[in-house]
């Protein structure tokens, strides 16, 4: 019994320090752009259209390609 008066009181500031943690993420930005950094490691970086991903998931119009790339 006298080990729940510490168990208790740790893991409640367990919990409010992951819930801070937690807010200051979503305050900071770090969960803004899931889907940016996923798509763009599928493009190779002398890929001119390797932003192609990160603007079609920001809802931008693809741009048009000037040639073909090199291994189509």
Do not use: C, R
């Not at 979503?26 to 990160?54: E, K, R």
């Amino acid at each position: 019994m006298p080990a729940l008066y510490v168990m208790i009181p740790a893991a409640l500031l367990i919990v409010a320090i992951a819930v801070y943690i937690f807010f200051w993420a979503v305050d900071s930005g770090q969960y803004d752009d899931l889907d940016g950094p996923a798509h763009s490691i599928l493009f190779d970086d002398q890929d001119p259209n390797h932003t192609a991903a990160v603007d079609e998931a920001n809802g931008q119009p693809a741009k048009p390609q000037d040639k073909a790339p090199p291994h189509v």
